[in-house]
């Protein structure tokens, strides 16, 4: 009996030793910090506003590829300017794309489904910018900030990113107003779980949008007085005067008189124009220029992917183009139709250097848009600076060059439009003097002009502002977008270009996303 | 010495020792030298590792010496008697049977023509002779020098032992879908890898070997698999160590380190009343393996040696150099006409060879110290070239086995080690697609010297065009990646009878599973495929721990008076898995790093636990009627303190009609059963470890954002779902098992019904709810239905000839039948199976109401010649518009239907066989057609030509269709995996017995499918490493 009762001791002991060994079922990833570590000091903050910028830039955490924020897309394909960029320029006469994988055709052939991978790839990145946000200005409101006992100047600092996290949100949500009309809705009252967001449409996003850029004004840095790369005031007032420019569209109100307002702001607030135009694209570009309000910032050793501007350059250059001309390049996939080249006087930039093509063996009119050689190449983008020398990246891969998201010459442009189209608190006489100021910085060989109408902004905006993601826009607020009153080579996949449905002006939401959140109905036509 | 040298050492019998000897030299020296002094700095010391394999194998070898050293001394011994055992029946041999000196563990088996030879101390020694499926009679040897001894059959073999989890049961108590092969019974020929000694033969088990490079391994899948995204490979038991079946760096598949002679038993757990005592991690079913243990009796040594070649059976079917000059003179622009080369080179043939092989094996079995010791030791090489030139794979195993027993018999101990060290190069397989894609009017060699002298395509400025596609033959010889991987996996189990309470044990596993690879990838800067990046020098090292702890008490007892027998287990288990995984900066052929690529973190070690409790509950009334309950509970690290806890429970029920009065005379049946069961099973295997814990994780430093003049390094929220839980399955078996005629026709057919619930996938989530749009987490359930049917006849039973047909067919349908957080009808499903071409196209969806992973294509529209016309697709919905609404269900990548057919036959002492594999139902999308048999992919834009698919000439596609369902095909298939003959040449020498045996693998395949292959997994064929033709001799002697 004793031996027994040995044994079941000696189990007893046994479990409880197990037992104990319970809480070696709690772990922790290795290499990650928990939201508490992260939070406790100013610069954990910084790093996930790094975040929060970098979602807009990069596609993920590693560069250039490895750990995407977007899934079931490319990785190389999910970033926001590469998707951006063929949402508002592909669709339109500034550019055509010789590759063939699924959905990238529908841009140009104006047929694009619920189900096209690059519009689900845009909506998913701006909804992912909005969620990342939303997580930032949760963790950084003041009760939290206090609880933290962060106090001081970290205090004020984290007040300022908070502002600038709520102007990125802003801007994410512009581009889903913008493109998709009633996407979900979120804020940094929302939880993260599996809920169902609410829809909004664009009234209510446009008044949403509005007033968190103008409650974020005080909070913001004085223009020009921030770090480059992060928003300041001008950032919000430019943003601003974009909305209010495109408010008929948005809303069905005209609101050109607040677009004047706050372009005004920005022109005023000491900008100036870069002197060259041709090195607003180039690998030094964020040096010493007084143009740019807001960047998105791209370094070809340090800020990697294969969107953004790397793929501006690579894509760019095709066929028998000299390598040398742009610094990367040979995908050989974007070119523009023959309608951008024909508002300048001259293809290679005589008369106005903003010109930017490559001629050669690459042809104006396009037979067969697979063809690079069709249409002519366009080298806005260079991976050279203004010396000459090559970019950072000694493979010639990555790119150097930052890609403005707001800069001078379009608030002169916006003024210009308000005023046309109505809006007081400025003039013509003014606008004229913005609008000659680009001419004469693009070194235009003829006379100034001494009057304008609204087609010559359109016109000048596509000169000054190709392929820089306006276009779409731009045509969808004259009215030139689906009709058949404007046409371009291959628009809605015919040769000559043809008229198509209304419903193109907005793109559908994601058919992923119609199933998986109940709340959200698809735009019309879709 | 290296490694080649010893193949060609010794061959002689003397010198099997020596080479033994010299092998455990080798292994030493090997496993010193890569642990203690050519650690790469790089490394952290990998301290655990070196100490355990230091140890262990200092030990084991050192163990294994005496071993040898007492094994020459028993040889010597006695008198020595032969004699015969036939079947009273019909007189014809018996094979296999045992024969022990009464009183001692002195013993040894019948050949195949029923005859032994035992050496026995003097006349008066007493001979017990017993086979399975026979009675045991006992002979004393008296003065004869031949004995014969008649066995008498018994009807069945229902006492038989078979292995289950946490202890073993009697074949008659078992309730459950279990199916056992064992070595007699395996696939014969060249296997580098476990699992394909039984691929084909157990019905409800597919083994679908992954390609053809050396030592690749296979999927399996038992009934289909259970899930979606969470793992669907069943969990693997070897010797009682449940182990790490993930991939390890530089290793093609980590069961290639186990040695296939080292196995002696495969144990296939199909379903949850069978496989519910390893509850949480059985949803896939279990495979037991058991390795070949010491025996008692005298010493016998076993040495085999196979020399194999492999050959390309197949090639992908390209267009002609003279086909594609043809095609650009036509259709080219004049530019592209200008790059036409005048060669007609077979890119193919430059790349594929006739591979050769060797593997040899060494074991000896036996008991020493006076048969108390029980051991078996082995040891085994095999070096095999790839059929892609350059690769290569070697591998050295060394195992042994001590299964002693002490104090009295209470004690029974059990050792298990097993190591192997494999040496990989891997070729570089971008060639395969290359060789397919590249001009063939092209040379191989270019006048100049750059590029390693390989012709290769370039830009204006002489660097490599960059979309181009790259000289295969370059991209094979300028990449030289090897590595080297040791792993080794033991246990030792005690196992006690405790004393005054009879039937009581316990049992004490401890166990580990250690692996460690490390290699090194480096491509010369001189290579295009690189040239822009100046090469690559990167190494590459991994390391995997998992330790195992079970305890259990076990109590089998016969209540005599109540006609009852009781079997109960009950016990606990630890399980922990570590991982090191080594970070590098990625470096340039140089040595110099790509700069920024320096790592935040030199390592990363994420690890995971398991704590289960279990028991088991057989209760038999009669030897007729048993029930099983089984229950089990678990914890896991990778769930919340509130979820991770798992309770997973199983009844059967078994009712042997054959032992009722009124079939136990009957002359036809043998063996009638009926089972039923119902359990369930969790899953969390194959999913991410923290998937429930919020946390941040930093960027890379070519992922920082710029503020500024300085760069931060991003800190990100990863997507987590709190609520993450344990999947789980519930499972409805059964089945009849039965015999007739003393078991010539035997067999089961068993039928299942098996749902999974909260689904671990990965689904699209509403964006805006979470930190990615497609979220991890518990949603959706998935049901399957199948039926199995296995029967084995003895066709042909005589003196001289015996014939067994083995037959096993699987029917099984899973069924998705819900799958969003939120239903919607108009869901059209989770995008999977991405293809080739463009960037993330997706040809497969999950869609509720279908199988798994059904292909979504168009409906491709045929001219009057029957030919696709391009781009013309079928409008199903009839809304005037061909967009994605047309698309539509079409097939899936899954057979319906198995096969396998088994067939042995044997004519004195000739043997021969055959094993096929069919599947019948299952379709394949020919992404290689859709990718490369188009225009577009001979000339493009890009400033090169290139090679297509001859299927370009059916359809004459300019553009890729990749949705049409022009490219998929029914890709059932009928493959004569294996024919083998051998001649059991008898004893050749004094004690030594020769057997010769040559086979072929992978014959033929009857399909439809026009491809290289209609077995790949997941059913999209896209450039694939070939499956070679395999022809094979070899020897086996016994001594």
């Known amino acids: 009996m004793k031996r027994i009762s040995v044994y079941i001791a000696s189990m007893l002991l046994g479990m409880a030793l197990l037992v104990s060994c319970h809480k070696q079922l709690d772990r922790e990833p290795p290499n990650t910090l928990p939201s508490a570590n992260v939070y406790a000091t100013e610069g954990g903050y910084l790093q996930v506003l790094a975040k929060v910028y970098g979602s807009v830039a990069l596609t993920g955490n590693q560069g250039p590829a490895g750990d995407g924020d977007v899934a079931g897309i490319d990785e190389g394909t999910s970033d926001f300017v590469r998707l951006f960029w063929k949402a508002q320029e592909l669709s339109t006469d500034e550019a055509v794309v010789a590759w063939n994988d699924p959905g990238i055709q529908d841009f140009h052939n104006m047929n694009w489904s619920s189900s096209n991978p690059m519009l689900k790839g845009l909506y998913y990145r701006c909804t992912y910018i909005v969620t990342l946000c939303n997580e930032f200005i949760r963790e950084s409101a003041a009760d939290k900030l206090s609880g933290r006992s962060i106090t001081g100047a970290s205090a004020d600092n984290i007040k300022k990113m908070r502002a600038e996290a709520r102007f990125i949100r802003a801007f994410a949500n512009w581009v889903l107003l913008d493109l998709y009309a009633n996407p979900g809705f979120t804020t940094e009252n929302d939880p993260i779980g599996k809920f169902n967001p609410p829809q909004t449409n664009r009234t209510q996003l446009f008044g949403y949008i509005e007033t ?58 000491g900008y100036g124009l870069l002197s060259n135009y041709r090195w607003l694209g180039l690998a030094d570009n964020h040096l010493n220029n007084p143009e740019f309000i807001l960047t998105l910032n791209y370094d070809g050793i340090r800020s990697k992917n294969f969107g953004g501007t790397t793929f501006l350059v690579n894509a760019s250059v095709g066929a028998d183009m000299d390598r040398n001309v742009s610094g990367l390049g040979g995908w050989g996939g974007i070119r523009t139709t023959r309608n951008l080249p024909d508002l300048f006087p001259d293809v290679n930039g005589n008369g106005d250097k903003r010109a930017q093509f490559v001629t050669g063996t690459q042809i104006l009119d396009i037979n067969n848009i697979s063809e690079f050689k069709d249409g002519l190449a366009v080298i806005k983008y260079r991976n050279r600076t203004r010396s000459g020398a090559f970019g950072q990246d000694p493979d010639r891969t990555f790119a150097d060059i930052d890609f403005p998201l707001f800069r001078l010459g379009e608030m002169y442009l916006i003024y210009a439009e308000a005023v046309k189209r109505g809006g007081t608190g400025g003039s013509e006489a003014q606008a004229l003097i913005y609008l000659n100021a680009l001419r004469t910085r693009a070194q235009v060989t003829a006379a100034p002009i001494g009057s304008y109408t609204l087609d010559y902004v359109l016109d000048e905006r596509a000169r000054e502002l190709y392929w820089e993601g306006f276009r779409r826009t731009d045509l969808i607020r004259y009215d030139r977008f689906t009709e058949g009153t404007y046409l371009w080579p291959w628009k809605g996949g015919v040769k000559n270009g043809t008229g198509v449905a209304a419903i193109r002006k907005i793109y559908p939401i994601p058919d992923s996303e119609i199933a998986a959140n109940p709340n959200l109905v698809q735009n019309a036509g879709y | 010495m290296s490694l080649d040298e010893f193949s060609n050492e010794q061959k002689r019998l003397p010198g099997l020792l020596l080479m033994f000897l010299q092998m455990q030299k080798v292994l030493i020296n090997k496993i010193q030298s890569t642990f203690l002094t050519s650690i790469n700095s790089d490394f952290l010391k990998p301290k655990l590792l070196i100490m355990i394999f230091k140890r262990m194998l200092a030990r084991a070898w050192a163990l294994m010496l005496v071993l040898m050293v007492v094994a020459q001394t028993v040889f010597a011994q006695g008198k020595t008697v032969t004699g015969k055992v036939t079947d009273s029946g019909d007189g014809s041999p018996v094979p296999n049977a045992s024969v022990t000196i009464k009183g001692t563990n002195r013993g040894t088996t019948t050949d195949a023509s029923g005859s032994f030879r035992i050496a026995v101390d003097n006349n008066n020694t007493v001979l017990v002779i017993s086979s399975v499926g026979f009675g045991s009679t006992e002979i004393t040897v008296g003065s004869q020098a031949e004995l014969s001894i008649n066995l008498t059959g018994t009807q069945s073999n229902l006492n038989e032992v078979v292995v289950v989890g946490y202890g073993t049961q009697r074949k008659r108590d078992l309730t459950g879908a279990v199916a056992t092969v064992s070595s007699k019974d395996f696939v014969k020929g060249a296997l580098q890898t476990p699992e394909q000694l039984i691929a084909g033969k157990v019905a409800g088990v597919q083994i679908t070997p992954n390609g053809g490079a ?28 449940p182990v790490d079946n993930g991939g390890i760096a530089g290793a093609t598949n980590p069961l290639n380190l186990i040695n296939p002679n080292d196995i002696e038993t495969f144990t296939i757990l199909k379903d949850p009343s069978a496989a519910a005592i390893y509850g949480s991690r059985a949803s896939n079913g279990v495979i037991l393996i058991t390795t070949k243990k010491g025996k008692k009796g005298k010493i016998k040594l076993n040495f085999s040696a196979q020399g194999f070649v492999q050959t390309p059976a197949n090639k992908v079917d390209v267009l002609t150099a003279d086909e594609v000059r043809a095609i650009v003179n036509e259709k080219g622009t004049s530019s592209q006409k200008a790059l036409l080369g005048k060669e007609s080179t077979d890119w193919q043939d430059q790349i594929y060879r006739n591979a050769f092989a060797q593997d040899f094996n060494l074991s000896a079995t036996g008991a020493v110290g006076d048969g108390k010791l029980p051991f078996r030791i082995s040891g085994g090489y095999l070096n095999q070239d790839g059929i892609l030139k350059t690769g290569n794979f070697k591998r050295l195993t060394g195992s042994l086995n001590l299964n002693p027993t002490m104090f009295n018999n209470k004690l029974k101990l059990d050792l298990n080690l097993k190591i192997a060290r494999t040496e990989n190069r891997f ?75 009879k039937g009581l044990r316990a049992n004490l596993n401890l166990g580990y599973d250690v692996s460690r690879g490390q290699g090194r990838n480096t491509v010369t800067d001189s290579a295009a495929d690189t040239y822009r990046r100046k090469g690559i020098n990167n190494p590459y090292y ?27 287990t009950a016990g606990t288990g630890y399980q922990d898995f570590e991982f090191y995984n080594f970070n590098h900066p990625d470096r340039r052929y140089s040595g110099d790093t790509v700069p920024g690529s320096k790592q935040e973190f030199i390592s990363q070690d994420p690890g995971f636990t398991l704590i289960s409790y279990y028991g088991r509950f057989v209760y038999t009334l009669a030897n007729k009627y048993t029930v099983t309950l089984n229950a089990r509970t678990d914890g896991t690290s990778k769930f919340s303190k509130a979820n991770r806890w798992g309770f997973f429970p199983s009844a059967a029920f078994a009712w042997q009609i054959s032992e009722e009065n009124f079939l136990k005379n009957s002359t036809v049946v043998s063996n009638l059963k009926f089972r039923a069961g119902y359990g369930v099973t969790g899953q969390q295997d194959g999913i991410p470890f923290y998937g429930f814990i ?90 399957s239905k199948g039926l199995e049917v296995t029967l084995n006849t003895t066709a042909v039973k005589s003196k001289d000839v015996e014939w067994n047909i083995g037959v096993n067919f699987t029917y099984v349908v899973p069924k998705i039948t819900n799958l969003l957080v939120n239903a919607d009808p108009n869901f059209k499903g989770v995008e999977v199976g991405g293809i080739s071409g463009g960037t993330g196209n997706t040809i497969q969806r999950h869609i509720v109401g279908e199988r798994p992973a059904s292909f979504y294509m168009y409906k491709q529209i045929y001219d009057a010649n029957n030919k696709p016309i391009e781009g013309l697709y079928e409008d199903l919905n009839r809304d ?101 003959v051998g001649y059991d040449a008898g004893e050749i020498a004094k004690n030594v017995r020769l057997r010769i045996t040559a086979n072929i693998q992978n014959v033929f395949v009857i399909t439809k499918y026009t491809g290289l292959d209609p077995e790949i997994s997941g059913g999209i064929d896209n450039t694939i490493y070939p499956r070679p033709r395999t022809y094979v001799l070899g020897i086996n002697l016994d001594f």
Do not use: C
């Open chain 1, 212 to 269: 968190e850029l103008k409650a974020i004004d005080g909070d913001l840095s004085n223009a020009r007085a921030g770090e480059y790369g992060r928003a300041d005031k001008a950032a919000a007032w430019a943003l601003l005067a974009r909305l209010y420019l495109n408010a008929k569209v948005y809303t069905g109100t005209e609101k050109n008189t607040e677009a004047i307002t706050y372009s005004k702001k920005v022109i005023d607030a």
């Open chain 2, 214 to 241: 050396p030592g690749s391994g296979s999927r399996i899948r038992i009934r289909g698999g259970a899930s979606l995204s969470a793992s669907n490979d069943p969990l693997i038991v070897i010797d009682g160590v």
């Open chain 2, 427 to 501: 070729a570089n397989e971008g060639a395969i697609g290359n060789a397919i894609t590249f001009d063939p009017t092209k040379p191989i060699n270019s006048s100049s010297a750059r590029y390693g002298g390989y012709w290769e395509w370039t830009d204006p400025d002489g660097l490599p065009t960059q979309l181009s596609n790259r000289n295969p033959v370059g991209l094979l010889n300028n990449r030289t990646n090897t590595s080297e991987v040791l792993r080794s996996i033991g246990n030792i189990a005690f196992d006690y009878q405790i004393p005054f309470i």
């Open chain 2, 542 to 568: 991994q390391e995997r721990t998992n330790k195992l702890m079970d305890f259990y008490f076990n109590y089998v007892q016969n209540f005599k008076g109540i006609n009852s027998r009781v079997d109960f």
């Open chain 2, 694 to 783: 919020p946390v941040y994780s930093l960027s890379n430093n070519q992922a920082q954002y710029q503020f500024g003049n300085s760069y931060v390094n991003m800190l990100r929220p990863g997507a987590y779902d709190a609520d993450l839980r344990w999947e789980t399955t519930s499972n409805i078996n059964a089945a009849i098992d039965f015999g007739f005629m003393n078991d010539r026709i035997s067999g089961t057919l068993e039928g299942f019904i098996r749902k999974t619930e909260d689904l671990l996938s990965t689904v699209p989530i509403p964006a805006g709810s979470n930190f990615t749009n497609r979220l991890f987490t518990n949603v959706g359930n998935i049901e």
């Open chain 2, 880 to 980: 005037g518009i061909i967009n994605e609404n047309d698309l539509h269900i079409n097939q899936s990548p899954e057979a319906k239907y198995y096969l396998g057919i088994t067939s042995n036959i044997s004519v004195k002492r000739f043997t021969a066989g055959f094993v096929m594999r069919g599947s019948i139902g299952n379709y394949m999308y020919s992404n290689i057609n859709s990718n490369m048999g188009v225009l577009r992919q001979i000339l493009n834009s890009l400033g090169f030509l290139a090679n297509g698919i001859k299927d370009y000439q059916n359809t004459r596609f300019v553009n890729n269709q990749y949705f049409s369902d022009y490219y998929l095909q029914n890709a059932s298939f009928l493959r004569m995996d294996n024919i083998n």
